[in-house]
């Protein structure tokens, strides 16, 4: 096989799973049933995609044992019981993530005293400030800003435009995807009027290892105490982490979602998109706030919530058919409270 | 005339609109009744602003026959039924948008085999990888970054600091503005704690022609389908479009919206700022979707809905209402629903 | 002392306390209890973090009088009777901002005409167009872009990757943080599908002074009227404010706020985060919208807002407990009102 390509018997072998077809069939590449062109690998996991799968062009498909003899599309077939993780896992294999090109652009600025360890890659217009520590096999973007102090562990990627503040520290492989902000000062003031002052923002900001932070978020250093962003943690586009936020190992945080000042997460909490945290909260351990959540009190270990202001997630479904099925009631309503009143 | 100069009397032929006072007068400029200084032209559509008229040192307006006599305010008039699509117009004709400056700034690296068409702006810093493509009269900003294998149409203007993923493909004329990034990989994960795995995104992302992308707004790449704008889309700053979702044509996204991944909108769909769509849903063409709507269900062609979760607008709005008549009942009802209870 | 460090006895005597322990101990620095290590001074406000102050590494503590014999924790003792003032005023001696680097790095470029007064920070691949001026002691970040006849006054800092857009004016000591956006072009629009067309922008965007614009914040310019940020106003990150809209003086908005289209905001107003205005409103002098309101309609002076459609909050409160006590008896109400019907 030419770099980049399996064989469909080569790629039956990777699954776990049974070659029905061509096992010689070259495959280059993987994609959905209306995007896959012959040399492609394609998938269907539910019959709802029947007619999308008899009209794909792809070269080879991967589906469910019960869909062997399904008639029209590809002929060659690998039967697996997951066809989604299976073709993930093809995915992976046939198109690495981009090879880095290692080595220091001449147009990039570094600080006095910055360090790196082995190979490293710095994209052109990047801009390092003084004392920053690079890991093993970081990549940092064009353009990137990274300032004085910071300290970036092996395997880090800090995309294009994003920016890590002075002193910030991100663990291990983790990311920060393009035009995100990670470790400026936050939005804390004393004071009213034209007296209101800037509270100083002097606390570090702590990213674990194995996380993302995504394109044009923003992550907030801490005041006194720390800003901390737990192991495995994954953070969408667009949201905003306020100084003093604790976010515990392995959250899922989706896009736009906001989070204020001193509110404390723990492990495993899934957070849907637009959802909002006031300050000063906790949140417990593999809690779920559903997307735009108004959440303005504690939320305990395990509960699942939504709604403004959020509460117990049945109890917004049951409030909200109420509602429904009020609207229709309410003139009888006023009516009998009326009556009754009277007849009291 | 000097140049970027009208008469009153030609910008009377240009709204065909009939001149009241001096066809010589020079109008150098557009503003709102407060903002204009002699020189310029203004424009009243309502005489709820009759107040900042008679105020306005505006050297002519634009206004409805029906003002053709009002007493105070600029002297020179123009009488046209539609004031403010006249001023719209004579606008475009006085001010053209900033002229480019064609040519390539030296500090601009170019990779391998990139090439373009006719006459091309780019401006300092940018960075273009290998392969792209740019079509005639493109426009770059200074700082932008366009990955491998990008392709732009002819007419395309990517703004400062703008980010053009490798592979993603931008149709003529279409503008994606300063800090927005284009067709990042996507959020999206297999797996839970320690063991969670990020989903490889090979999918392309496709925006159309005559689209606009707003400042610091995300737009992600297909996992494996593809993100697809369509032609004529326009989505304002800070917005979200997730891996795989596909917009048609004409739509109107405001500032903020959020579309989690491989939900599908349909044409003409108009979705109000902060709105959140939940993933793997159907948009139909015409909807509409309030400010900050939050969309947990399919939506039909047509339909308008507001709210959390979002249902058709007059419900809610009944059901808004309802709730505010409910209040005050509610003591009596508790009480009536025990009497009733023990009456049976 | 060393620079960069007080006496106990000196901070005693800076925050106006009562000194109890070692008068000559070094304080090197703040932190909050537990991230706190020798060397530095921290703070106990409250009876609920005693715990944390009997295990806090600190040097020293401010604290109220009444915690003067609190067991355990650091035995130089500072009594005050705000302890979190006081340590925001020792911080900000301590260590004060950021030192600039005055000069303007080689690789900057400057349009013609292009101006400043006294002393001038400009970092690394910034680049500032024709006309710009800038006032004493500004300081312009990495890769910041400033667009033509640009004015900024004294003591502005636009950090790095910011862009202010031709035109656009802030006033002395204004902060644009980095990533934000000042003064583009808005999002309106005249026409449908096809024949939609971009109303031109061409009124300013003006900034007062004393204001603060958050990371990845966007603010557009006017249309035909101006973009108007008052005095003293803060913005916290990735929050919008559209075209034409007029804030007034020391208003506090939070994150990711968005404020649509010629939406007019008195003096002191506070937004909570993800709260969204719609266009054309006006909200008066002293106004709160709490979190994540939806404002669609007028807002009084002093009046304080919530949910959607934003309400008085106090409304909002007896509506949602009204809510929740609704949904257990809607269907003895619902039997109810058939069998008053049935009785009429």
Redesign the interface.
């Known amino acids: 096989m030419a770099d980049g390509q399996l064989t469909a018997g080569a790629v039956a072998g990777l699954v776990g799973g049974e070659l029905v077809g061509n096992h010689d069939l070259a495959i280059a590449?993987?994609?959905?049933l209306?995007?896959a062109g012959p040399g492609d690998l394609?998938?269907l996991a539910s019959a709802r995609h029947g007619e999308a799968f008899a009209a794909s062009r792809a070269a080879a498909a991967l589906l469910p044992p019960r869909f062997r003899d399904l008639p029209g599309g590809p002929v060659t077939r690998i039967l697996v019981a997951d066809p989604r993780?299976a073709?993930?896992r093809v995915?992976?294999r046939l198109?690495p993530?981009?090879r880095p090109t290692w080595g220091i652009?001449p147009?990039v600025?570094l600080g006095r005293h910055t360090t790196w360890t082995g190979r490293i890659e710095i994209?052109?217009?990047a801009?390092l400030g003084e004392r920053v520590r690079l890991g093993r096999d970081c990549r940092i973007?064009?353009?990137t800003?990274i300032g004085d102090g910071a300290v970036l562990g092996d395997g880090c990627h800090v995309?294009?435009?994003a920016?890590v503040a002075?002193g910030a520290t991100l663990g291990d492989r983790t990311r920060v995807?393009?035009?995100a902000?990670v470790g400026?000062?936050g939005?804390a003031?004393?004071g009213?009027?034209?007296t209101?002052q800037?509270?100083?923002h002097?606390?570090?900001c702590r990213v674990g290892r194995d996380v993302?932070i995504?394109?044009?978020a923003?992550v907030?250093r801490?005041s006194?105490?720390?800003t901390v962003i737990g192991d495995?943690t994954?953070i969408?586009?667009?949201a905003?982490v306020?100084h003093?936020v604790h976010i515990g190992?392995?959250c899922?945080i989706?896009?736009?979602v906001?989070i204020?000042g001193t509110t404390s997460i723990g492990d495993?909490v899934m957070i849907g998109?637009?959802a909002?945290l006031?300050g000063q909260l906790r949140v417990g351990h593999r809690a779920r706030l559903a997307?735009?959540s108004?959440v303005?009190g504690d939320v305990p270990s395990g509960a699942t919530v939504s709604?403004?202001?959020a509460?117990d997630h049945r109890?917004v479904l049951?409030?909200?058919?109420?509602?429904?099925?009020?609207?229709p009631?309410?003139t009888?309503?006023?009516?009998?409270?009326r009556?009754?009143?009277d007849s009291d």
């Open positions: 590449g993987v994609a959905s209306d995007e394609t998938f993780t073709m993930l995915a992976g198109a993530p981009g652009h147009s600025r994209a052109p217009g801009v973007g064009s353009g800003v995309e294009a435009h920016l002075p995807k393009t035009g902000r400026m000062d939005f003031w004393v009213d009027g034209p209101r800037r509270v100083p002097q606390g570090p993302e995504g394109a044009n923003t907030d801490g006194l105490g720390a495995g994954k969408d586009n667009l905003h306020a003093n190992a392995h899922v989706m896009a736009q906001g204020a495993d998109g637009q909002g006031a997307a735009q108004g303005i709604g403004y202001p509460r109890a049951r409030q909200t058919a109420a509602l429904a099925r009020l609207a009631l309410l009888s309503l006023e009516r009998m409270t009556d009754h009143a």
